[in-house]
């Protein structure tokens, strides 16, 4: 039988047989809705509540800044909405944001500048890094809200939030990172990095999909985007996921307990990979070199190979990653993150995230690399325009 080797752990993880533990009484035993006033109520509510203080201690946060979403991607738009709305009822203003930001922050913001609001794209350096001083210069007196995330989901940069944040403590701009791929892999301190605003989400850390939180600095703003009950709160209407949120706070926990180990174990594989790939493959640019990195992620273009020809043919060996390139109505798009840190879009379209989790294991990361190298020599052969020594040797 073929082996199964999972290294997309960006995207989802599994969620851990600890947590569908915890999870399990809260579905068809203890289900009651937090909002009740009897037993089966309580009983939600007491463990909703001590999930919110499990997930507060963990961020370095209280317990009421602490509101339960329905993933990253709500909690990034409740942010960076949620804050503009209740600075500037009826629009306009200026917002900052990165141009290396996942979609969920993108869009919002692509949205707003559709409707009223002036957006400014920091750009990267090609380690794919903002510089402070570049956040200094956009700033302006209008300048209501700047996002920009902690750790970068496909190359896996860590932006030094914590400067930026400093910078933007000096205006009135509210500050807002989206650390949905750093919480569970690195420290994550919502004072040492003094943001007002911070997402992440469950699966990306070995909990369930569709549960997320938003933190928020007490004194911050806000108005829901959805309007309905009381609950979290006041700031997002409907009735509280339990089960899934003691999955969230469950998975955190241990996150964060095997964190060090973990995140040491982790690097080590991704260094081995990493020089293991540039061994066997000529023509390889490591993306992000020379930056601090998530310590599970690696990504590499490879040049005269495309990245979903290289995705199938290691699926067929049981191998699952990503690739830089979207499929979108047709057209290969270059990723927009690869580009902003310079990457050639002939170069980007070869290239593959590889992203591990605690299931993975060194014999795997041998497996990767003999096949991994085998199928790009068997691309290469096939290419018509391969020639060695080309740009991503650069
Ligand atoms: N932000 C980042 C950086 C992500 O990587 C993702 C998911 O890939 C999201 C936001 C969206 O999170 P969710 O899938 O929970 O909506």
């Given at each position: 039988m073929i082996k199964k080797i999972y290294m997309d752990h960006s995207a989802t993880t599994p969620v851990r047989e600890e947590v569908v533990a915890a999870m399990m009484p809260y579905f068809s035993k203890a289900y009651g809705n937090a909002s009740s006033i009897h037993g089966f109520g309580q009983e939600a509510?007491?463990?909703?509540?001590?999930?919110?203080?499990?997930?507060?201690?963990?961020?370095?946060?209280?317990?009421?800044?602490?509101?339960?979403?329905?993933?990253?991607?709500?909690?990034?738009?409740?942010?960076?909405?949620?804050?503009?709305?209740?600075?500037?009822?009826?629009g306009g203003g200026h917002i900052i944001t990165s141009s290396v930001e996942h979609p969920a922050v993108?869009?919002?913001?692509?949205?707003?500048?559709?409707?009223?609001?002036?957006?400014?794209?920091?750009?990267?350096?090609?380690?794919?890094?903002?510089?402070?001083?570049?956040?200094?210069?956009?700033?302006?007196?209008?300048?209501?809200?700047?996002?920009?995330?902690?750790?970068?989901?496909?190359?896996?940069?860590?932006?030094?939030?914590?400067?930026?944040?400093?910078?933007?403590?000096?205006?009135?701009?509210?500050?807002?990172?989206?650390?949905?791929?750093?919480?569970?892999?690195?420290?994550?301190?919502?004072?040492?990095?003094?943001?007002?605003?911070?997402?992440?989400?469950?699966?990306?850390?070995?909990?369930?999909?569709?549960?997320?939180?938003?933190?928020?600095?007490?004194?911050?703003?806000?108005?829901?985007?959805?309007?309905?009950?009381?609950?979290?709160?006041?700031?997002?209407?409907?009735?509280?996921?339990?089960?899934?949120?003691?999955?969230?706070?469950?998975?955190?926990?241990?996150?964060?307990?095997?964190?060090?180990?973990?995140?040491?174990?982790?690097?080590?594989?991704?260094?081995?990979?990493?020089?293991?790939?540039k061994e066997r493959i000529d023509d390889v640019r490591v993306n992000g070199a020379g930056a601090e990195r998530l310590p599970h992620l690696l990504n590499v273009s490879i040049e005269g190979v495309e990245g979903e020809s290289m995705l199938l043919m290691l699926d067929a060996r049981g191998i699952a990653m990503s690739t830089g390139s979207a499929c979108t109505s047709g057209t290969l798009e270059p990723s927009h993150v690869l580009t902003a840190i310079g990457v050639s879009p002939e170069v980007a379209h070869g290239s593959l995230r590889i992203s591990m989790g605690y299931i993975n294991t060194d014999s795997e990361v041998d497996y990767v690399l003999e096949s991994l190298s085998d199928v790009v020599q068997k691309l290469r052969e096939m290419s018509p325009t391969y020639q060695p020594g080309g740009q991503a040797s650069s």
């Open positions: 509510k007491s463990v909703l509540e001590e999930s919110r203080e499990k997930v507060a201690d963990l961020i370095g946060a209280c317990p009421e800044d602490i509101i339960f979403t329905g993933g990253g991607t709500e909690s990034d738009n409740l942010a960076i909405k949620g804050a503009l709305n209740a600075r500037k009822a009826g993108l869009r919002p913001c692509e949205w707003l500048e559709k409707n009223g609001y002036e957006l400014t794209r920091l750009p990267v350096d090609s380690k794919g890094l903002i510089s402070p001083s570049d956040l200094e210069s956009a700033l302006r007196e209008d300048t209501l809200l700047v996002s920009v995330m902690l750790a970068n989901n496909e190359v896996g940069m860590l932006q030094p939030v914590a400067e930026l944040a400093e910078v933007v403590a000096e205006h009135d701009a509210v500050f807002h990172t989206d650390a949905v791929q750093a919480v569970g892999k690195i420290p994550v301190d919502v004072e040492s990095l003094g943001v007002d605003l911070l997402s992440f989400s469950a699966h990306k850390f070995y909990g369930p999909k569709g549960v997320g939180v938003l933190y928020r600095r007490s004194g911050v703003r806000m108005e829901p985007l959805q309007h309905g009950g009381h609950h979290e709160n006041r700031l997002r209407a409907g009735t509280e996921n339990v089960a899934g949120i003691v999955g969230l706070a469950r998975a955190i926990e241990l996150s964060c307990t095997e964190m060090a180990t973990e995140k040491e174990r982790l690097a080590d594989m991704r260094d081995r990979l990493e020089c293991g790939i």
